[in-house]
């Protein structure tokens, strides 16, 4: 089992029924046999892992990861036809309630026997293999390792890196540039991934700037991916991508969200340095919207616009992970000349298409980057990575990068190292949610997405 589920919990307390909840009282995932006193723990950690309970006429135990948890004698038997699986305790009406889990069960498995000690381990390994490829728990006690790795499966060797931009403005609502001159000044800095994303409000036409060639452009003779989108922006303003998406009003940020996923759109939230909302506005919004459509959130903006997003960001990040992880942005928001090319991104794809970039940006398969310069090159002159590596049960991470005169690796309680490589054994990381990188030369900054940690349990 990894972490949770959205299954509520059902069947309350009845006879012969077996639940494995959450305790209210303390926090433990237990399982339970008819009642509280009928009880075994597994485990009061933070997944995921795999959870293994078994049982006969006169013992049931519980294992988290292959190891003995806890065991309590029992003469119950058990009605399957009652198993539930959710978090326990009563409401105010003393009546059942029902407290769903956050997270995900990733698969489910019950035999209709009591398997030996050989099986039981079998079956473990098993599970552990198919869903964590490796020993989900790689040494003593609380060592942490990397659980979710962005660039796991990127080929370093065979993938392009494309220049994009997701954040463009055009006459069509307050940009200075016609569409035409904006792809233009685009593909000749050696962009290869371009959004043109005017405003859908402030009075201008909601409908997207879109298609290119309305403009006399076809992407398909530069060489780019075109992409439709909107800056929903009566709304704090949302950059919503692959749909036509527009229109909506003034505290409708859910409702907008809500659209962009019917259209099979994906959207990231724009320079949240502008309003004033708690961070735990974010984090709601993030889980409840996950990759449906919300991916990202802008972290730099017409530069450096707003120094203080990157600590919102990290702060959000360390509210919903490990279930949900916010990728960053780095975005020209692009009106005029002096906004140009100083925030961009390099996407890791097979080809220039829009099914990789989507897998991309679901998956963190990028870097972003700052240049206050705004050079144009099509090489530019910040740090580039040309691969990241994570090794030894994912306790190591090494980057190899150019033109690189430091890299300083910052969890959300703040800065654990410098260099090329990590051993997170070696390193105080506090409890830490995720680690990220920051590599910087003399023309700018380069930014890892966050790589989303764990801890082991024995």
């Known amino acids: 089992m990894r972490g949770g589920t959205q299954v509520v919990m059902g069947n309350y307390n009845q006879k012969n029924a077996i639940s494995i909840s959450i305790s209210q009282q303390n926090n433990h995932i237990v399982a339970r046999i008819s009642d509280y006193t009928n009880n075994c723990s597994f485990t009061d950690e933070a997944g995921p892992y795999v959870l293994t309970f078994d049982y006969d ?46 997270g995900k069960i990733s698969e489910i498995r019950i035999y209709d026997r009591k398997l030996s000690d050989d099986e039981r381990k079998a079956v473990e390994e098993e599970l552990q293999e198919k869903w964590f490829g490796a020993s989900n728990n790689p ?24 220049k994009a931009n997701f954040h463009t403005h055009t006459n069509q609502s307050d940009g200075s540039f016609s569409p035409q001159v904006a792809i233009d000044r685009y593909y000749n800095a050696g962009y290869k991934i371009l959004a043109l994303t005017d405003h859908d409000g402030y009075g201008y036409d909601p409908d997207t700037t879109w298609p290119w060639t309305k403009w006399n452009r076809d992407p398909d003779d530069f060489g780019m991916l075109a992409i439709q989108g909107n800056e929903l922006s009566n709304t704090d303003h949302i950059c919503s991508l692959f749909n036509d998406y527009g229109g ?116 963190g398969a990028f870097y972003f980057c700052y240049e206050p310069g705004g050079s144009g090159s099509e090489d ?58 920051e590599l910087t030369n003399e023309k700018g900054t380069t930014y890892t997405q966050p790589f989303v940690l764990m801890y082991s349990l024995n």
């Not at 940020?253 to 909302?277: D, S």
């Not at 410098?418 to 051993?423: K, L, Q, R």
């Open 57 to 102: 006429s006169q013992e049931m135990r519980t294992f988290v990861d292959g190891a003995l948890t806890d065991s309590h004698e029992t003469n119950e038997s058990i009605s399957w036809g009652k198993t539930a699986i959710g978090r326990s305790g009563t409401s105010s009406s003393s009546s059942s309630s029902r407290y769903p889990w956050e």
């Open 139 to 162: 040494g003593e006690p609380g060592r942490a390792y990397v659980y979710y790795n962005p660039y796991e499966d990127v080929d370093w060797e065979t993938y392009e890196q494309y």
């Open 248 to 363: 909506p009003r003034s505290g409708q940020e859910e409702l907008a969200l809500q659209e962009v996923n019917e259209r099979n759109g994906l959207a990231f939230m724009n320079h949240p340095g502008r309003y004033t909302r708690p961070v735990d506005w974010y984090a709601n919004l993030y889980k409840k919207y996950y990759k449906e459509p919300l991916i990202g959130m802008e972290v730099h903006n017409q530069g450096d616009r707003y120094p203080n997003d990157r600590q919102t960001w990290d702060r959000v990040n360390a509210l919903v992970m490990p279930e949900v992880i916010v990728f960053g942005y780095s975005n020209d928001d692009m009106h005029n000349q002096n906004n140009l090319f100083k925030s961009y991104q390099f996407m890791l794809m097979k080809e220039l298409t829009v099914e990789d970039l989507r897998e991309a940006m679901l998956k």
């Open 380 to 437: 530019p002159p910040v740090p580039r990575i040309s691969s990241i590596e994570v090794t030894d049960n994912g306790t190591d991470i090494k980057i190899t990068a150019t033109t690189a005169n430091s890299i300083t690796w910052k969890t959300d309680k703040g800065i654990i190292a410098n260099g090329d490589f990590i051993d997170l054994d070696d390193i105080n990381i506090d409890g830490a949610k995720f680690v990220r990188a």
